[in-house]
């Protein structure tokens, strides 16, 4: 039985890995032209772009910041939006207060809100972690919001029943039937976080992946727009794979059945 459960979880992995190794795959074979005939810089070339970074000193410091502004706006979001989110959904008074100005902040794309920001907040690290912020608080309100409204009714009647108090409710009811929507704002947060890394990074930085990628457009260095775009999707898998390791800890019935 362990032989069998071994051998299909590395048949998933495989299965799961196929289509990312048949893209770089295509992206060795499409560039194997010289370089002043194709669009695209070869794997070689953003390697060496990787090279060229990391002489100059700025590659590690720069994916140590980015990681850094992520993680603190991260954090921020999260805790300013779970006690919201539990609000809005337990509470009709609670939602009428608190949603409709949320939801008007989401609606600003990041680049409208960065203007502001700056004006309120300066130039400095407050700016751009603020702007990571109102990104995850948004996903991971709008998911908590919901994961509590969408609880079944039948288990507040039933806590009704067995006397629970307001505290046992909260800690064996409400907080467990949330999680499911608050993991997957989580998840979505995280890919918004880096999204708004992209547009804080380009505002007074001299560091961090978005500052690289800037530059590099600046300077017309493909090797290097493509090296930043490629970190980003490895930032972004490795969330994911966190996330999903939360998850397994948090909810493991989920995933109960692989």
């Given at each position: 039985?362990?032989?069998?459960?071994?051998r299909r979880r590395i048949a998933a992995v495989a299965a799961a890995w196929a289509s990312?190794?048949l893209l770089l795959l295509w992206w060795y074979f499409a560039t194997l032209s010289p370089?002043?005939?194709?669009?695209?810089?070869?794997?070689?070339?953003?390697?060496?772009?990787?090279?060229?970074?990391?002489?100059?000193?700025?590659?590690?410091?720069?994916?140590?910041?980015?990681?850094?502004?992520?993680?603190?706006?991260?954090?921020?979001?999260?805790?300013?939006?779970?006690?919201?989110?539990?609000?809005?959904?337990?509470?009709?008074?609670?939602?009428?207060?608190?949603?409709?100005?949320?939801?008007?902040?989401?609606?600003?794309?990041?680049?409208?809100?960065?203007?502001?920001?700056?004006?309120?907040?300066?130039?400095?690290?407050?700016?751009?972690?603020?702007?990571?912020?109102?990104?995850?608080?948004?996903?991971?309100?709008?998911?908590?919001?919901?994961?509590?409204?969408?609880?079944?009714?039948?288990?507040?009647?039933?806590?009704?029943?067995?006397?629970?108090?307001?505290?046992?409710?909260?800690?064996?009811?409400?907080?467990?039937?949330?999680?499911?929507?608050?993991?997957?704002?989580?998840?979505?947060?995280?890919?918004?976080?880096?999204?708004?890394?992209?547009?804080?990074?380009?505002?007074?930085?001299?560091?961090?992946?978005?500052?690289?990628?800037?530059?590099?457009?600046?300077?017309?260095?493909?090797?290097?727009?493509?090296?930043?775009?490629?970190?980003?999707?490895?930032?972004?898998?490795?969330?994911?794979?966190?996330?999903?390791?939360?998850?397994?800890?948090?909810?493991?019935?989920?995933?109960?059945?692989?």
């Amino acid at each position: 039985m362990r032989k069998h459960a071994l051998r299909r979880r590395i048949a998933a992995v495989a299965a799961a890995w196929a289509s990312t190794l048949l893209l770089l795959l295509w992206w060795y074979f499409a560039t194997l032209s010289p370089a002043d005939t194709r669009p695209l810089p070869s794997p070689a070339e953003v390697v060496g772009a990787w090279n060229d970074l990391d002489a100059e000193g700025l590659l590690w410091p720069s994916i140590g910041i980015s990681l850094l502004r992520v993680a603190s706006g991260l954090a921020l979001g999260i805790i300013l939006a779970v006690p919201a989110g539990l609000v809005a959904g337990a509470s009709r008074v609670g939602l009428a207060i608190i949603d409709k100005p949320i939801h008007m902040l989401r609606a600003v794309p990041f680049p409208a809100l960065a203007p502001l920001f700056i004006v309120v907040f300066g130039i400095g690290e407050t700016m751009k972690i603020g702007l990571i912020t109102v990104g995850v608080f948004g996903l991971v309100y709008v998911n908590l919001r919901d994961g509590v409204r969408n609880l079944d009714p039948r288990l507040f009647e039933l806590a009704k029943v067995y006397h629970f108090s307001r505290a046992t409710l909260f800690l064996r009811v409400l907080l467990p039937g949330a999680l499911p929507g608050f993991m997957t704002g989580l998840r979505f947060a995280l890919t918004v976080a880096w999204i708004a890394l992209v547009t804080c990074e380009t505002v007074n930085s001299s560091t961090g992946i978005g500052y690289m990628l800037s530059r590099s457009q600046q300077f017309s260095r493909t090797d290097q727009t493509v090296l930043c775009i490629v970190l980003y999707a490895i930032l972004g898998l490795l969330s994911e794979t966190i996330v999903t390791l939360l998850e397994r800890a948090a909810l493991p019935w989920r995933y109960a059945r692989h």
